[in-house]
Antibody
């Protein structure tokens, strides 16, 4: 059964770059879409972006200029970079498999990793 | 941007109750609407996709309905393991989530 595991520094200083990795087991990342989603403590979910076959990406317009997503098929890993972080970027960050159907407008997330908490603080 | 709202924001219910949660979009999203359950400290879990399709492995007491701008998630008989927060998510244009509905014990 496919499993996803996020990893990375739990503490990042303001103005620096947040870098996370999502390791996928029991599935090849080149066969699926992948997504990043975050959740500030005690708050709701925010979609960050998707990475598609071949590495093309689509990001949340509200974060587009700060978000970079990529894949490393040799390691079967995904990566997320978020630049110029502030305290507002403190959140649990999740990776998830994206499932698309039809024209692609049917899009949902399943399964999810367990998430990793990133705190932005000096 | 498509904005999603959910009502109520929280509710208290008893085991065995029928529970209905509403999700509303600020424009027509056809049926590009999904539902997730999240328990404290855990990742969200997909319940319903495309408004009314039950995800494999999800108990049949969960059901979804609706189209256009108004959608509902119904739990026909609330079980102890169903106390959680529920989120809707649209994919008609970009991706946005609703703010969540917390279901707790009365």
């Amino acid at each position: 059964q496919m499993q996803l595991e996020e990893s990375g520094p739990g503490l990042v200083k303001p103005s620096e770059t947040l870098s996370l990795t999502c390791s996928v087991s029991d599935a090849s990342i080149s066969r699926y879409y992948w997504s990043w989603i975050r959740q500030p403590p005690g708050k709701g979910l925010e979609w960050l972006g998707n990475i598609y076959y071949g590495g093309s990406t689509k990001s949340n317009p509200s974060l587009q200029s700060r978000v970079t997503m990529s894949e490393d098929t040799s390691k079967n890993q995904l990566s997320l970079k978020l630049t110029s972080v502030t305290a507002a970027d403190t959140a649990v960050y999740y990776c998830a498999r994206g499932r698309a159907y039809g024209s692609g407008s049917y899009f949902w997330f399943d399964p999810w990793g367990q998430g990793t908490l990133v705190i932005v603080s000096s | 941007d498509i904005q999603m709202t959910q009502s109520p924001s929280s509710l208290s219910a008893s085991v065995g109750d029928r529970v209905t949660i509403t999700c509303r979009a600020n424009q027509n999203i056809i049926n590009y609407l999904n539902w997730y359950q999240q328990k404290p400290g855990k990742a969200p879990n997909l319940l319903i996709y495309a408004a009314s399709s039950l995800q494999s492995g999800v108990p049949s007491r969960f059901s979804g309905s609706g189209s256009g701008t108004d959608f509902t998630l119904t739990i026909s008989s609330l079980q102890p393991e169903d106390f959680a927060t529920y989120y809707c998510q649209q994919s008609y244009s970009s991706v946005t989530f609703g703010p969540g509905t917390k279901v707790d014990i009365k």
